[in-house]
């Protein structure tokens, strides 16, 4: 990119008839630095102190870790000053209000995959912004169609800002020397069709029909009904995963399965797929539980979670058409009957 686009100058030039328009850029940018301080605690890790020890759990029962509770005082203190009325973080058990005449809520994963940074691989923050309803809590328990803006941080060898905002998804690299994000990539559209997939192949006993079914013609390569070569990838980091699509295109499955704990799969709806959802579906993805559109999902509680499968419009699709060839009741089946059904219709 020739010009030298700054996110301060990229927000004031959007959007002119958005409503909340400078609420939300105050929020973005508000977000933004602090992940520029967090991307520094980040890189310098047991340096500045940050020992990856765990802190404690949090309120659904996750490990916390010392850098988690910092990320989230980092995020609060930065949101603290912008129009937000509420913020729900992974890191509380229940929104916090901050006032309640604000337009904005966030919710906000303020470190997702924290367990990643001791092998010193990409971790980021996740967040998500709606307009704040008549009552403020309620307004998380809407659709994810309300959110007005999402995105994530990811802090690898560079700290790279995803922005889904006034209907696009834009990509911003952190100059570490100027302290600002500039634009690298505006418009991203993510690849229809690439032959990749990701998901957590060690659970495999434990999916359900469906998606072993997916998986299975995924590994079939092109004698299979995918009809092509499969790579795959796990990072095991969401972010990271997240910008691999937007990037190079594939599938991320964290499906339900199982395992106890995990029959709404891992990921938390509210600060973890709404957000993903909005990016990939502005970049022209889609993302799904494999039977219901993510951003039509409603929580129920502040830390529901939910079965994320997202990415290439083609890929999610097939997932989805597989899920649509076996009812519901038959999705932990393992007869061949059912989980050859309906395949890549
Ligand atoms: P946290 O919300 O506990 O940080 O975990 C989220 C996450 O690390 C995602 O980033 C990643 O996709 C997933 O967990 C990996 O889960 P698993 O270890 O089961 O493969």
């Not at 929020?27 to 940050?50: H, K, N, R, W």
């Not at 993302?287 to 890929?315: C, F």
Request: aromatic share 6%.
């Amino acid at each position: 990119m020739d010009e030298r686009v700054t996110l301060r100058s990229h927000l004031d030039r959007a959007g002119a008839k958005t409503p909340n328009r400078l609420a939300i850029a105050a929020v973005i940018e508000g977000i933004a630095a602090a992940s520029i301080d967090l991307a520094d605690l980040i890189a310098d890790g047991p340096l500045a102190g940050i020992t990856g020890r765990l802190s404690g759990v949090n309120s659904d029962g996750d490990a916390q870790k010392d850098i988690d509770l910092v990320a989230d005082r980092m995020m609060r203190r930065a949101l603290l000053v912008t129009p937000v009325a509420a913020i729900l973080s992974e890191e509380a058990e229940l929104p916090e209000i901050l006032d309640v005449a604000a337009p904005l809520c966030v919710a906000i994963d303020p470190l997702d995959g924290s367990a990643n940074l001791e092998n010193n691989i990409s971790v980021g923050t996740i967040f998500s912004i709606r307009p704040r309803g008549n009552d403020v809590v309620s307004t998380f328990f809407e659709p994810g169609t309300a959110q007005c803006a999402a995105g994530f941080v990811v802090y690898g060898p560079q700290t790279t800002l995803v922005l889904a905002h006034n209907g696009r998804v834009d990509i911003f690299i952190l100059d570490r020397r100027a302290r600002e994000f500039l634009l690298v990539a505006q418009g991203v559209r993510i690849a229809p069709n690439t032959p990749e997939f990701a998901i957590n192949a060690s659970n495999r006993r434990h999916w359900h029909g469906p998606v072993r079914a997916y998986i299975d013609e995924c590994l079939a390569g092109i004698g299979g009904n995918g009809g092509a070569d499969f790579n795959m990838r796990w990072i095991g980091s969401l972010v990271a995963e997240s910008l691999r699509i937007l990037v190079r295109g594939g599938v991320f499955l964290y499906p339900a399965d199982a395992r106890p704990g995990y029959r709404e799969g891992r990921l938390r709806l509210l600060y973890e797929a709404h957000p993903m959802a909005l990016v990939m579906e502005w970049a022209g993805g889609s993302a799904t539980t494999g039977r219901r559109r993510i951003l039509e999902l409603s929580a129920r509680t502040p830390h529901q979670r939910v079965p994320l499968i997202m990415g290439s419009m083609r890929g999610v699709r097939d997932v989805a058409a597989i899920h649509e060839g076996i009812e519901p009741m038959f999705d932990n089946s393992d007869a061949p009957l059912f989980a050859r059904r309906g395949l890549f219709r």
